[in-house]
Every structure is written in C-alpha cells, then in structure tokens.
C-alpha cells in the first residue's frame, strides 16, 4: 500500500487528521473521504476473497479450517475487547506508515515490517484485514454460526478502535508532540462560492 500508493482507511485516519489541522482539507471533508474509503476497501476485499474463491482456495471447503475458525472467533469476540484491539492495532499500523514516510530504503521496508509484525503477532484487530479474511470464509463452506450479524458487529467496533487510534493517538498525537516551528502554517480553506451569470 505504501510503496503502490494505494488508499487505505485505516492510514487516512491519520493523514486526513493532519490536514485538518494544517488546514489542507475541512471537517467535512474528512469524514466524506473516510466512508469512502471504507468502502472503497471493502469492495477490493471481497473482489479479492471472490478471485481465491474461483481459483479454487483450498482453505475454504471445510469449515474447520484455519480462515473459518479465525473468522468465527472474531465474529464472537465482545465489543469492548474488539474495540481496544481495533485501537492497538491501528495505533502501530499509522506508526509504521509515519516511520515509512521518514526513512529511506531498507530502513523503510524495516519500519514497516516490525510494527506489522507486532500487531500481527499480538491478535490484534484490522478492519480491512477483517474485510478480506470474513469474504474468504463467506464465500467458503463456513458453518451456520458465522453470520452477516456478526461480520458486521466485529466491523463495527474494530472500525471505531482503529479510528479513535489514527485520529487521537497518531494524528492529534504527533501534531502536538511536533514543536510548533516545526509544524505546518496552517491555512485557510477558501471555499469557492459559484454565482450564475445572467
């Protein structure tokens, strides 16, 4: 995502919080791009989980495999528990990023692969990850306790984590921590009003 220079929500948590407060983009067009983005990676995610699935992906015939389990497991987890995951989560993938951005070649690769490999390692929650991991278990022969409700109960609450992370923690987090010389000036918005000619 960071080399292709991809969307990715989870990472627009952050960055569209900083160009709010150096006065890039407004409020209101923040939270238009986060939902669209949203919805952006989910339709690449179960795009995705379809061409496994027609490819013939061996982990989804049978419901005891590995992707059906993780999946169950995470549908029935408590909300608070999801949640507080969905933070830490995104907490260490917007600090991989912002690391990235800092470094230079192999450091780069490096920044990345230890806080993903943290998160990754510690069960944390992904939201687009989820995306992509509960669309390979749909499509697959998954067992009658997996369901829509379920999917979107982890969804729900994994996206409120990992949103509260990339705008408090990372977003508001490194603005202030930043000396103010340091800072972007902020800028004023221009909003173009369009008057007819008659």
């Given amino acids: 995502m960071i080399i292709a220079g991809s969307e990715l929500f989870t990472g627009h948590t952050m960055f569209l919080t900083l160009g709010v407060k150096a006065g890039t983009i407004s409020?209101?067009?923040?939270?238009?791009?986060?939902?669209?983005?949203?919805?952006?990676?989910l339709v690449g995610s179960v795009f995705v989980a379809l061409l496994y699935s027609w490819g013939g992906g061996s982990?989804?015939?049978v419901d005891t495999s590995i992707v059906h389990s993780v999946a169950l497991a995470k549908t029935t987890a408590p909300a608070t528990v999801l949640f507080f995951k969905g933070a830490l989560c995104n907490w260490l993938v917007c600090l991989a990023i912002w690391m990235a951005i800092r470094t230079e070649g192999t450091a780069k690769f490096l920044a990345i692969w230890w806080c993903l490999l943290a998160f990754i390692a510690?069960?944390?929650?992904?939201s687009i990850a989820n995306m992509t991991l509960f669309a390979l278990s749909w499509f697959g022969h998954h067992s009658d306790a997996y369901t829509l409700a379920g999917i979107g109960h982890n969804l729900l609450w994994v996206t409120l984590g990992n949103t509260l992370s990339g705008v408090v923690f990372m977003?508001?987090?490194y603005w202030y921590a930043t000396p103010k010389s340091e800072r972007p000036v902020?800028?004023?918005i221009n909003h173009i009003k369009v008057t007819a000619n008659h």
């Fill in 27 to 41: 409020h209101d067009q923040m939270w238009a791009i986060l939902p669209q983005t949203w919805l952006g990676n």
């Fill in 122 to 126: 510690s069960g944390y929650e992904h």
């Fill in 171 to 173: 977003g508001l987090g």
């Fill in 186 to 188: 902020p800028q004023k």
């Fill in 59 to 61: 982990l989804l015939p």
